[in-house]
């Protein structure tokens, strides 16, 4: 069956630490691979994009990598703040105008 | 305008009632999306539309109706819902050079 997993349920770590996200997926072959960023009662809002044959971007303090091989996606966050708390989902186009969200994960960054 | 709109915020419904959800863009984005997403979960695909026109239905139960009266405006009409319909419905638009959505604040439905 087709799965997109995120690692554990929440991420607690310290200001100015790098958080570091995870996204395994089975059964798909993305073209590309999306991170969003969503706070409670919010709607999610689009971070980065990288495509099947990039193995790295970065924006600011974030970067994604992609290895199509392993079926995986990081999603770091360097310097973070506490500002940066909130649920990153990743997301894979699996068709024409589809995008199918991962389980997400919520991360807490304490002062 | 980079915005993607939905009204209402919050929506109570009996099990009886017809209502309808609204959502609104002005960035020219000819496909739109809804989603519905309950607590704790990543958003679920219900429908897109593309030019106007209804291209997925991600097997929706009947009672939700999906309208695209014109490019900007999308509208999800709720008729005989159930409670566990309870959620947050979510909007989305998407441009054609462009592969990020831009969703809306959504409208926290609860059924009764």
């Known amino acids: 069956s087709q799965k997109i997993e995120q690692n554990s349920e929440a991420l607690n770590i310290q200001e100015g630490k790098t958080a570091t996200l995870t996204c395994n997926y089975t059964?798909?072959?993305?073209?590309?691979l999306q991170w969003y960023r969503q706070d409670p009662g919010r709607g999610p809002v689009f971070l980065l994009l990288?495509?099947?044959?990039?193995k790295e971007k970065r924006k600011e303090r974030l970067k994604v990598t992609f290895d199509t091989t392993l079926k995986q996606s990081l999603f770091h966050i360097t310097a973070s703040q506490p500002a940066d708390s909130a649920t990153y989902l990743c997301a894979l186009r699996t068709g024409f105008q589809k995008l199918v969200f991962g389980t997400g994960t919520r991360l807490l960054v304490s002062p | 305008d980079t915005e993607v709109t939905q009204t209402p915020k919050h929506l109570v419904m009996g099990m009886t009632n017809k209502k309808s959800l609204k959502c609104e863009q002005h960035?020219?984005?000819?496909?739109m999306y809804w989603y519905k997403q309950k607590a704790k979960k990543p958003p679920e695909l219900m429908f897109v539309y593309s030019y106007e026109k209804l291209s997925i239905n991600e097997s929706v139960p009947s009672r939700f109706s999906p309208e695209c009266p014109n490019s900007s405006l999308l509208n999800l009409h709720l008729h005989a819902l159930q409670p566990e319909d309870s959620a947050l419905y979510l909007c989305?638009?998407?441009?054609?050079?462009?592969?990020?959505?831009?969703f809306g604040p959504g409208t926290r439905l609860t059924v009764l």
């Open positions: 990288i495509r099947e044959n990039e």
């Open positions: 059964n798909y072959s993305p073209a590309y």
């Open positions: 989305a638009s998407r441009g054609d050079r462009v592969n990020e959505q831009f």
């Open positions: 960035m020219g984005h000819r496909a």
